[in-house]
């Protein structure tokens, strides 16, 4: 099989990032290498995001710059997936004419076949139909050699007032455990040390099937797999955080001390209008038995700026949520009107200045947060998984503490992909320095 080049630019979050791992696993399977240049592909697959409009009109803006690339090369396949090709399907052929391909992340799985459809018949193929049954196990073509992305699910049932995901990713679907477990064990094979699970309410896996595994066992399996030394997961519902999760992540020694807890507001009337099916007083108690189980804990969350009606009273309960919880980190993003969502067409949007005025004191808040905890760690010793040679200074190397902080140290090549213990000895709010510690 000669061998062609395929590129993919990917929008949006890691579940996308690794949707694209999926597609060039596939098509690894076909004869495609990836390359980082566009204008030397046989193919482009440009793996989209619209959870914010900006997202989506940059995937669009580049999928017209690829096109113009099939004038030269009558033959390069071009082709749209994730989000906004779930959501648009046939519009977007309309739109570019020289489009062959145009699928949803559920469809990635029927990437060959839809491949084998545009050679045979040469006709643009749209597939954006959710498929019965559990997601496939699909091979990926990860670039990471230490750290490994593993979706166990698909889709989400919960119908946030803000978000275009159960439209774009479909009802909520999980994979099989065992073909999870054979996949961790793979992985572990390869040499992999840590895992992230993923999944967009990841702690609700197993609802679906009818196999009786519920996240907590998946994880304890998970943590029976000889090799891997560290698991991680994203992104847990509050809703889901259950007492048997909550004690389950205390006592199986592969779970990292860290959890990223999506809060969104401090506000109950702003959750309440949210649909997020939680309020302050049920959020605060799994931050705290989780810290009473576990005193190394990191937590971090995601929060959105002037959600519709979003008073000056609400973002300050937000402030408080977001000084009280002691976040390691904090995502804030204004919020962003999606077509087809019911906050979209709400009347009482927040004008845009508002937004920036309260971004700029959650900013402030978060940084002054994160560096006070960061400074904490100074003088301790932390355990470090290194990635590979710092981007800031090549002359040393980067990983991350199991409470995901990054450190950056001196060290030899051979340590990539080790776990290392490191001194820390310097701060800043985004990431910690540190000395090796000999033996
Ligand atoms: S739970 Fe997450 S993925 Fe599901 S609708 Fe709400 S924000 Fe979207």
Same mark, same amino acid.
């Given at each position: 099989? !000669?061998?062609?080049?395929?590129?993919?630019?990917?929008?949006?979050?890691?579940?996308?990032?690794? #949707?694209?791992?999926?597609?060039?696993?596939?098509?690894?399977?076909?004869?495609?290498?990836?390359?980082?240049?566009?204008?030397?592909?046989?193919?482009?697959?440009?793996?989209?995001?619209?959870?914010?409009?900006?997202?989506?009109?940059?995937?669009?803006?580049?999928?017209?710059?690829?096109?113009?690339?099939?004038?030269?090369?009558?033959?390069?396949?071009?082709?749209?997936?994730?989000?906004?090709?779930?959501?648009?399907?046939?519009?977007?052929?309309?739109?570019?004419?020289?489009?062959?391909?145009?699928?949803?992340?559920?469809?990635?799985?029927?990437?060959?076949?839809?491949?084998?459809?545009?050679?045979?018949?040469?006709?643009?193929?749209?597939?954006?139909?959710?498929? /019965?049954?559990? /997601?496939? +196990?699909?091979?990926?073509?990860?670039?990471?050699?230490?750290?490994?992305?593993?979706?166990?699910?698909?889709?989400?049932?919960?119908?946030?007032?803000?978000?275009?995901?159960?439209? &774009?990713? *479909?009802?909520?679907? %999980?994979?099989?455990?065992?073909?999870?477990?054979?996949?961790?064990?793979?992985?572990?094979?390869?040499?992999?040390?840590?895992? &992230?699970?993923?999944?967009?309410?990841?702690?609700?896996?197993?609802?679906?099937?009818?196999?009786?595994?519920?996240?907590?066992?998946?994880?304890?399996?998970?943590?029976?797999?000889?090799?891997?030394?560290?698991?991680?997961?994203? %992104?847990?519902?509050?809703? #889901?955080?259950?007492?048997?999760?909550?004690?389950?992540?205390?006592?199986?020694?592969?779970?990292?001390?860290?959890?990223?807890?999506?809060?969104?507001?401090?506000?109950?009337?702003?959750?309440?209008?949210?649909?997020?099916?939680?309020?302050?007083?049920?959020?605060?108690?799994?931050?705290?038995?989780?810290?009473?189980?576990?005193?190394?804990?990191?937590?971090? +969350?995601?929060?959105?700026? *002037?959600?519709?009606?979003?008073?000056?009273?609400?973002?300050?309960?937000?402030?408080?949520?977001?000084?009280?919880?002691?976040?390691?980190?904090?995502?804030?993003?204004?919020?962003?009107?999606?077509?087809?969502? /019911?906050?979209?067409?709400?009347?009482?949007?927040?004008?845009?200045?508002?937004?920036?005025?309260?971004?700029?004191?959650? !900013?402030?808040?978060?940084?002054?947060?994160?560096?006070?905890?960061?400074?904490?760690?100074?003088?301790?010793?932390?355990?470090?998984?290194?990635?590979?040679? !710092?981007?800031? #200074?090549?002359?040393?190397? +980067?990983?991350?503490?199991?409470?995901?902080?990054?450190?950056?140290?001196?060290?030899? #090549?051979?340590?990539?992909?080790?776990?290392?213990?490191?001194?820390?000895?310097?701060?800043?709010? &985004?990431?910690?320095?540190?000395?090796?510690?000999?033996?």
């Amino acid at each position: 099989m !000669s061998t062609k080049r395929l590129y993919i630019k990917t929008f949006g979050c890691q579940m996308n990032v690794h #949707d694209s791992e999926r597609i060039g696993g596939l098509l690894r399977d076909e004869g495609y290498r990836l390359t980082e240049k566009p204008d030397e592909a046989d193919m482009i697959i440009v793996n989209t995001c619209n959870i914010r409009e900006k997202s989506e009109q940059k995937a669009y803006s580049d999928l017209g710059r690829f096109a113009m690339l099939k004038r030269d090369k009558p033959d390069l396949i071009l082709g749209m997936a994730g989000c906004v090709a779930q959501k648009d399907g046939e519009k977007v052929l309309k739109r570019y004419k020289g489009l062959d391909l145009v699928f949803g992340s559920s469809n990635i799985e029927n990437v060959p076949q839809m491949l084998q459809t545009i050679t045979l018949n040469a006709q643009p193929v749209v597939m954006v139909l959710e498929p /019965p049954g559990p /997601p496939k +196990t699909t091979p990926a073509d990860r670039k990471d050699r230490v750290r490994a992305w593993v979706s166990i699910m698909e889709g989400c049932d919960r119908h946030c007032a803000f978000c275009v995901v159960p439209m &774009t990713r *479909g009802r909520e679907r %999980s994979r099989l455990s065992a073909e999870i477990v054979q996949e961790v064990s793979h992985l572990a094979e390869a040499g992999y040390k840590e895992i &992230t699970l993923l999944g967009q309410t990841v702690n609700s896996y197993g609802k679906s099937l009818e196999e009786g595994v519920d996240f907590a066992d998946l994880l304890r399996m998970l943590n029976a797999v000889d090799g891997i030394e560290r698991i991680r997961f994203m %992104s847990p519902h509050p809703s #889901d955080m259950n007492p048997k999760l909550i004690e389950t992540m205390a006592e199986l020694p592969k779970i990292c001390e860290f959890l990223h807890l999506p809060l969104q507001s401090g506000s109950d009337a702003v959750l309440k209008r949210m649909g997020r099916g939680y309020t302050l007083n049920e959020y605060r108690p799994i931050v705290e038995r989780l810290r009473r189980l576990v005193p190394d804990m990191a937590f971090s +969350t995601d929060i959105i700026i *002037g959600f519709p009606g979003e008073t000056e009273d609400d973002f300050k309960k937000t402030l408080d949520a977001v000084a009280e919880f002691e976040y390691d980190n904090v995502y804030y993003f204004h919020y962003s009107q999606r077509p087809n969502t /019911p906050a979209a067409q709400w009347e009482d949007q927040i004008p845009d200045e508002v937004k920036d005025a309260r971004f700029a004191r959650l !900013s402030a808040l978060e940084k002054a947060l994160a560096r006070e905890k960061n400074r904490r760690l100074i003088d301790t010793v932390q355990e470090v998984l290194v990635e590979g040679r !710092s981007k800031r #200074d090549r002359a040393k190397l +980067t990983g991350r503490t199991r409470s995901n902080k990054l450190v950056h140290f001196e060290g030899d #090549d051979r340590e990539i992909g080790c776990l290392i213990n490191v001194r820390i000895t310097f701060a800043s709010s &985004t990431y910690l320095e540190g000395m090796r510690i000999e033996g």
